[in-house]
């Protein structure tokens, strides 16, 4: 690998790309309709271990992402065929009937709608990677990723303080689910809006079905992606523990404050990350976000060691959202250079990409669901899961970046 390839991403290409015409206003057009429709589904699944039966609310989330996982298999064929456009809306679609089935439970439909729920999960971000890379250049998809996440991590700050309202209020989980479905109808109708952007250019002829599919199978025989394996995994496994196991050992109210944390930690990793990258490289941003998951795992088990105070830990609500900002931080910075990574190493079949990402980050929500329907204990959780996870998925990043593909690189043929 000659070392000219390996540049920062502030520096020009010798050959300037042709920004897509509408593309960063697509970025914020999708933002905007992500924005909406996770204000409503991701506080409905914060919520739903307080409003029904954990174990019931857990199993749905498992089935949830193992669908997701399954379909991540043939969600670019959906987006092939549909376009990233329809393909969004028609999956949005999916998560609002999850949403109503949580207003009044009744459990073989609210563990259909689960099912339905993950088969749209696949096909809605397998299509939102994809429009992000027709939409970006390789020089500007680390600030578009970074403006995208910044923009949807916005439903972090905005569903935890609706819930806030309507629990001062003493309204029922039911007008509290119904009120969310309604937002994220929103989401849905603002995605409507995105405009056409030209398809990236592929050296190949248009393939079928069946070459989507086994596309999607073999990027795991590519070293990079094997690689960048176990920290996709704990994206997901991390993100299903401090947004669904964390919180039940919270009340209420702590509960919104500290997804209000999370929030903020989220909005200003997407955003500042983004572009950072631009100036030092991913390579420091990466290192950044170890730094703070590291930090969200220790300060999430301070929760557990009450010798240490005469309250009770779990009424201190700053222990909580220290853990949950710098979660959400250290998640938003990881997860941003992910994206921009994949968009430029696989920018000519970036649904087949974006869909391996969203089957492993899937895999890691299932096996991190289940685990705590077993092992409802935090130390349990962070110590003998996420954090070696954490350990061997920077190990496997760093390999990458040193032996096979550079993580400041800007640009590279496959």
Same mark, same amino acid.
């Given at each position: 690998?000659?070392?000219?390839?390996?540049?920062?991403?502030?520096?020009?290409?010798?050959?300037?790309?042709?920004?897509?015409?509408?593309?960063?206003?697509?970025?914020?057009?999708?933002?905007?309709?992500?924005?909406?429709?996770?204000?409503?589904?991701?506080?409905?699944?914060?919520?739903?271990?307080?409003?029904?039966?954990?174990?019931?609310?857990?199993?749905?989330?498992?089935?949830?992402?193992?669908?997701?996982?399954?379909?991540?298999?043939?969600?670019?064929?959906?987006?092939?065929?549909?376009?990233?456009?329809?393909?969004?809306?028609?999956?949005?679609?999916?998560?609002?009937?999850?949403?109503?089935?949580?207003?009044?439970?009744?459990?073989?439909?609210?563990?259909?709608?689960?099912?339905?729920?993950?088969?749209?999960?696949?096909?809605?971000?397998?299509?939102?990677?994809?429009?992000?890379?027709?939409?970006?250049?390789?020089?500007?998809?680390?600030?578009?990723?970074?403006?995208?996440?910044?923009?949807?991590?916005?439903?972090?700050?905005?569903?935890?303080?609706?819930?806030?309202?309507?629990?001062?209020?003493?309204?029922?989980?039911?007008?509290?689910?119904?009120?969310?479905?309604?937002?994220?109808?929103?989401?849905?109708?603002?995605?409507?809006?995105?405009?056409?952007?030209?398809?990236?250019?592929?050296?190949?002829?248009?393939?079928?079905?069946?070459?989507?599919?086994?596309?999607?199978?073999?990027?795991?025989?590519?070293?990079?992606?094997?690689?960048?394996?176990?920290?996709?995994?704990?994206?997901?496994?991390?993100?299903?523990?401090?947004?669904?196991?964390?919180?039940?050992?919270?009340?209420?109210?702590?509960?919104?404050? #500290?997804? @209000?944390? +999370? $929030? /903020? &930690?989220?909005? !200003?990793?997407?955003?500042?990350?983004?572009?950072?990258?631009?100036?030092?490289?991913?390579?420091?941003?990466?290192?950044?976000?170890?730094?703070?998951?590291?930090?969200?795992?220790?300060?999430?088990?301070?929760?557990?060691?009450?010798?240490?105070?005469?309250?009770?830990?779990?009424?201190?609500?700053?222990?909580?959202?220290? #853990?949950? @900002?710098? +979660? $959400? /931080? &250290?998640?938003? !910075?990881?997860?941003?250079?992910?994206?921009?990574?994949?968009?430029?190493?696989?920018?000519?079949?970036?649904?087949?990409?974006?869909?391996?990402?969203?089957?492993?980050?899937?895999?890691?929500?299932?096996?991190?669901?289940?685990?705590?329907?077993?092992?409802?204990?935090?130390?349990?959780?962070?110590?003998?899961?996420?954090?070696?996870?954490?350990?061997? $998925? /920077?190990?496997?990043?760093?390999?990458?970046?040193?032996?096979?593909?550079?993580?400041?690189?800007?640009?590279?043929?496959?």
């Amino acid at each position: 690998m000659s070392k000219d390839l390996v540049v920062n991403e502030g520096a020009p290409l010798l050959a300037a790309e042709v920004a897509p015409p509408n593309g960063r206003l697509n970025i914020v057009i999708m933002g905007l309709g992500f924005l909406f429709l996770f204000s409503g589904f991701n506080t409905t699944v914060n919520y739903l271990t307080s409003a029904i039966r954990s174990d019931i609310a857990l199993a749905s989330l498992s089935i949830l992402y193992g669908t997701f996982a399954l379909t991540n298999f043939i969600s670019p064929v959906v987006v092939q065929k549909l376009g990233p456009r329809m393909s969004m809306v028609f999956s949005a679609g999916l998560y609002v009937l999850f949403i109503l089935s949580a207003v009044h439970v009744i459990i073989p439909l609210y563990l259909v709608a689960s099912a339905l729920c993950g088969a749209g999960a696949a096909i809605l971000w397998t299509a939102q990677g994809t429009l992000l890379t027709n939409s970006s250049t390789s020089t500007n998809i680390g600030f578009h990723s970074g403006l995208f996440f910044g923009i949807f991590q916005i439903n972090s700050v905005v569903g935890p303080v609706a819930a806030i309202v309507f629990i001062a209020q003493n309204r029922s989980f039911s007008f509290i689910f119904f009120t969310f479905f309604i937002i994220a109808c929103l989401g849905v109708l603002v995605l409507f809006f995105l405009r056409p952007v030209p398809k990236k250019e592929s050296t190949g002829s248009n393939p079928g079905v069946f070459s989507l599919v086994r596309g999607s199978v073999y990027l795991f025989r590519d070293p990079r992606v094997l690689c960048m394996t176990l920290g996709v995994f704990y994206t997901g496994g991390s993100a299903a523990f401090f947004s669904a196991t964390f919180p039940g050992f919270m009340n209420k109210t702590t509960v919104a404050i #500290a997804l @209000m944390s +999370f $929030g /903020f &930690g989220e909005v !200003a990793g997407s955003l500042i990350s983004g572009k950072i990258s631009e100036f030092i490289g991913r390579r420091p941003v990466f290192i950044a976000s170890l730094l703070f998951h590291a930090a969200a795992v220790v300060i999430a088990n301070l929760t557990q060691f009450e010798a240490y105070t005469k309250v009770q830990v779990q009424d201190v609500v700053i222990v909580f959202c220290a #853990a949950s @900002m710098a +979660f $959400g /931080f &250290g998640d938003s !910075a990881l997860q941003t250079m992910l994206y921009a990574v994949i968009g430029n190493m696989f920018s000519d079949n970036s649904s087949q990409a974006f869909a391996w990402y969203k089957t492993i980050q899937s895999v890691g929500y299932m096996v991190s669901f289940l685990l705590a329907i077993y092992f409802h204990d935090v130390l349990v959780l962070t110590c003998y899961f996420l954090a070696p996870i954490l350990g061997l $998925g /920077f190990i496997g990043l760093f390999v990458m970046d040193m032996f096979l593909y550079p993580l400041n690189i800007v640009n590279m043929h496959k």
